[in-house]
């Protein structure tokens, strides 16, 4: 394993493993998809990291690893959020019958608007 002060997913998992087939759906398939995130470790929360920083250093990190690099844009944060507030939207219309494929459609039409940082 891994061990750094700034703890991620990715840094907690066994060194040569591969998360690719996990956020692909082909271990748990899920309608939607996953949706990657770092999350803030112990370190962060007891020095107080401001969320915007952690927010830029989470872009950072997929934007620059190479597992991550081609689809950054669907990962993070404010990806997830977006994605969330897009299936709330849906069941608040009282459309409870949510087409994924069209959710996936809405995600590729709204990445201009996901801000990155």
Same mark, same amino acid.
């Given at each position: 394993?891994?061990? !750094? #002060? ?7 998992? &066994?060194?040569?493993? %591969?998360? *690719? %087939? /996990?956020?692909?759906?082909? *271990? /748990? +398939? ?5 949706? +990657? =995130?770092?999350?803030?470790? #112990?370190? &962060? /929360?007891?020095? !107080?990291? +401001? *969320? #915007? #920083?952690?927010? %830029? ?8 690893? +190479? ?19 897009? =299936?709330?939207?849906?069941? !608040? $219309?009282?459309?409870? !019958? *949510? ?7 809405? %995600?590729?039409?709204?990445?201009? &608007? $996901?801000?990155?940082?």
């Amino acid at each position: 394993m891994a061990h !750094s #002060q700034h703890t991620n997913a990715n840094e907690c998992r &066994d060194t040569g493993t %591969d998360v *690719i %087939d /996990i956020l692909a759906s082909h *271990i /748990i +398939p899920l309608c939607l998809g996953y949706v +990657p =995130v770092v999350n803030c470790g #112990q370190y &962060d /929360i007891d020095t !107080s990291k +401001p *969320i #915007q #920083q952690a927010l %830029d250093a989470e872009c950072h990190f997929f934007e620059s690893h +190479p597992t991550y690099q081609g689809k950054a844009q669907y990962c993070g944060t404010p990806f997830l959020a977006c994605k969330l507030n897009m =299936v709330c939207a849906a069941f !608040s $219309t009282n459309d409870c !019958s *949510i087409n994924a494929t069209r959710l996936v459609d809405l %995600d590729a039409s709204h990445l201009s &608007d $996901t801000p990155r940082h």
